[in-house]
């Protein structure tokens, strides 16, 4: 509760901006990152090994698509994804960077490291034109893809541990932290998925610098595309069936708690019942890369440009929806079993709902629910305990919820709204305990009936500057 609330209300808080940030850095990440930078290096060597520059050339082309992409929308939204998480929820970032300190430290250096090679690789490609200096170039291209393989490496170890932190818990030992039990299941799933869609992607970007002569056998250009067709198949068949079997053990070693809240995580309440239309999605999703895969082992048979789409945005859907469930079924925690997704840890909700959420918090008005000050209270509770994932009245809106509960068109009953925020967990167990006493659960709903008559935006510090009670001003030496 030490954090001024930067908060963006029409977008629930700012949890969407973080969630599309994140989401583009991961798509941009896994397939070209992690999946090309190893396949272009394997071009380059065995074009280096058999003499065909055709083969190199090629793969340069796809490298500077690569280089733009990772070194622009990747990097930035890799920056993003800080400043975003230290707006919104630096409760979490913070504890996060005080678990994983040397994680972090260790990433950063693997990081700039990648940077710098693939600013090597890329721009001294041409230059290495003796087989001396073409065994060194290719030696970076190992160096950059096993960098980007560990700078991911790294980062699953804290998204593992997110959802389930296993010994930490009781050890508080950082390498209980980095080994949690989802670590191995979700970096084998990354792994292949990135191979998968790396694949696809150099597949794809092949029919764009090939130009094939219609009814020329011998073209070299449709030579080309057999042999990168012909391969990839290869490639894609073999990380697809990893795919399923790290994804598989993924979801049986994700806590039962967190499973029960998957067809929220998947398809928002609204679409829960479309839970088997999504089975049935994913099972194309996946019969779509078979397709691929198999239809390029014939060298015969050449895929057209246009079914390469098919697979491409599935896999995109796929791992959007992947990283909005595994977000979402981690809830009520966002490091789970140790700190709620309000920023409340497990070990002082009981503490503040004796003493009150408001006498332990700096950036309020008040320290105490008074009849004069009831609906400021309120509003600050909200912040404080409900606008990390609701707005007021936007995205995910708070008045949109009770309204459906107790009918737009009625009158709401503030006492049942108290027993209902009280035990809100117990039957949307997504939703963490209430963290205040009864004092401020009442406060809260005289909040929100005003908020319902007024339909006031709720604004974040970022607009009306930072609020602090007198008594923490006090405390802190200074003039209220």
Same mark, same amino acid.
């Given at each position: 509760?030490?954090?001024?609330?930067?908060?963006?209300?029409?977008?629930?808080?700012?949890?969407?901006?973080?969630?599309?940030?994140?989401?583009?850095?991961?798509?941009?990440?896994?397939?070209?990152?992690?999946?090309?930078?190893?396949?272009?290096?394997?071009?380059?060597?065995?074009?280096?090994?058999?003499?065909?520059?055709?083969?190199?050339?090629?793969?340069?082309?796809?490298?500077?698509?690569?280089?733009?992409?990772?070194?622009?929308?990747?990097?930035?939204?890799?920056?993003?994804?800080?400043?975003?998480?230290?707006?919104?929820?630096?409760?979490?970032? #913070?504890?996060?960077?005080?678990?994983?300190?040397?994680?972090?430290?260790?990433?950063?250096?693997?990081?700039?490291?990648?940077?710098?090679?693939?600013?090597?690789?890329?721009?001294?490609?041409?230059?290495?034109?003796?087989?001396?200096?073409?065994?060194?170039?290719?030696?970076?291209?190992?160096?950059?893809?096993?960098?980007?393989?560990?700078?991911?490496?790294?980062?699953?170890?804290?998204? #593992?541990?997110?959802?389930?932190?296993? /010994?930490?818990?009781?050890?508080?030992?950082?390498?209980?932290?980095?080994?949690?039990?989802?670590?191995?299941?979700?970096?084998?799933?990354?792994?292949?998925?990135?191979?998968?869609?790396?694949?696809?992607?150099?597949?794809?970007?092949?029919?764009?610098?090939?130009?094939?002569?219609?009814?020329?056998?011998?073209?070299?250009?449709?030579?080309?595309?057999?042999?990168?067709?012909?391969?990839?198949?290869?490639?894609?068949?073999?990380?697809?069936?990893?795919?399923?079997?790290?994804?598989?053990?993924?979801?049986?070693?994700?806590?039962?708690?967190?499973?029960?809240?998957?067809?929220?995580?998947?398809?928002?309440? /609204?679409?829960?019942?479309?839970?088997?239309?999504?089975?049935?999605?994913?099972?194309?999703?996946?019969?779509?890369?078979?397709?691929?895969?198999?239809?390029?082992?014939?060298?015969?048979?050449?895929?057209?440009?246009?079914?390469?789409?098919?697979?491409?945005?599935?896999?995109?859907?796929?791992?959007?929806?992947?990283?909005?469930?595994?977000?979402?079924?981690?809830?009520?925690?966002?490091?789970?079993?140790?700190?709620?997704?309000?920023?409340?840890?497990?070990?002082?909700?009981?503490?503040?709902?004796?003493?009150?959420?408001?006498?332990?918090?700096?950036?309020?008005?008040?320290?105490?629910?008074?009849?004069?000050?009831?609906?400021?209270?309120?509003?600050?509770?909200?912040?404080?305990?409900?606008?990390?994932?609701?707005?007021?009245?936007?995205?995910?809106?708070?008045?949109?919820?009770?309204?459906?509960?107790? #009918?737009?068109?009625?009158?709401?009953?503030?006492?049942?709204?108290?027993?209902?925020?009280? #035990?809100?967990?117990?039957?949307?167990?997504?939703?963490?305990?209430?963290?205040?006493?009864?004092?401020?659960?009442?406060?809260?709903?005289?909040?929100?009936?005003?908020?319902?008559?007024?339909?006031?935006?709720?604004?974040?510090?970022?607009?009306?500057?930072?609020?602090?009670?007198?008594?923490?001003?006090?405390?802190?030496?200074?003039?209220?």
């Amino acid at each position: 509760m030490d954090f001024p609330s930067f908060y963006m209300d029409h977008l629930a808080g700012g949890r969407l901006i973080i969630g599309l940030i994140a989401s583009l850095h991961v798509l941009i990440n896994h397939p070209l990152a992690v999946g090309a930078y190893p396949l272009l290096t394997w071009m380059e060597w065995w074009a280096h090994k058999n003499n065909r520059p055709d083969v190199d050339q090629l793969a340069y082309k796809i490298t500077f698509v690569v280089f733009i992409v990772t070194t622009t929308v990747g990097a930035m939204t890799g920056v993003g994804i800080w400043l975003s998480t230290s707006l919104f929820a630096p409760f979490a970032i #913070g504890s996060l960077l005080r678990v994983f300190f040397w994680g972090w430290f260790a990433e950063w250096l693997v990081f700039i490291s990648e940077v710098a090679l693939i600013m090597a690789w890329f721009l001294t490609w041409k230059k290495a034109n003796t087989p001396e200096k073409k065994r060194s170039h290719i030696r970076i291209g190992i160096a950059l893809s096993i960098m980007s393989w560990i700078t991911m490496a790294l980062i699953v170890a804290v998204l #593992g541990f997110m959802m389930k932190p296993g /010994e930490w818990n009781q050890t508080r030992a950082f390498w209980d932290a980095m080994t949690n039990p989802l670590y191995l299941p979700q970096l084998g799933f990354r792994t292949c998925f990135a191979f998968m869609t790396g694949a696809v992607f150099l597949w794809f970007a092949t029919f764009f610098f090939t130009r094939v002569s219609k009814g020329t056998r011998d073209d070299p250009q449709r030579k080309l595309r057999h042999w990168i067709v012909y391969r990839l198949s290869h490639v894609v068949l073999v990380a697809l069936l990893g795919t399923f079997l790290f994804g598989t053990w993924y979801w049986n070693a994700i806590p039962d708690a967190m499973k029960a809240n998957s067809s929220v995580a998947l398809l928002t309440q /609204e679409f829960m019942s479309w839970h088997g239309k999504f089975e049935t999605l994913l099972g194309w999703t996946v019969l779509a890369f078979a397709v691929i895969g198999i239809g390029g082992l014939g060298t015969s048979f050449m895929i057209p440009r246009w079914a390469l789409l098919i697979p491409s945005f599935m896999g995109i859907w796929l791992l959007g929806h992947f990283e909005r469930a595994r977000e979402f079924m981690r809830k009520p925690w966002v490091i789970g079993e140790y700190m709620y997704s309000n920023g409340v840890h497990k070990d002082e909700l009981a503490f503040l709902q004796s003493e009150g959420l408001l006498k332990h918090a700096t950036y309020v008005k008040h320290r105490q629910v008074t009849d004069a000050n009831k609906v400021e209270c309120g509003q600050d509770i909200f912040m404080l305990a409900c606008s990390r994932c609701h707005s007021t009245t936007g995205l995910n809106g708070v008045i949109e919820k009770f309204g459906i509960m107790y #009918g737009v068109d009625k009158d709401w009953d503030s006492s049942g709204m108290e027993i209902f925020i009280k #035990g809100m967990h117990q039957t949307r167990t997504f939703m963490p305990p209430f963290p205040g006493n009864d004092k401020e659960a009442s406060a809260l709903v005289a909040y929100l009936q005003h908020l319902r008559s007024t339909r006031q935006s709720l604004p974040g510090v970022q607009s009306v500057g930072i609020s602090i009670s007198p008594q923490a001003a006090a405390a802190a030496g200074a003039q209220p």
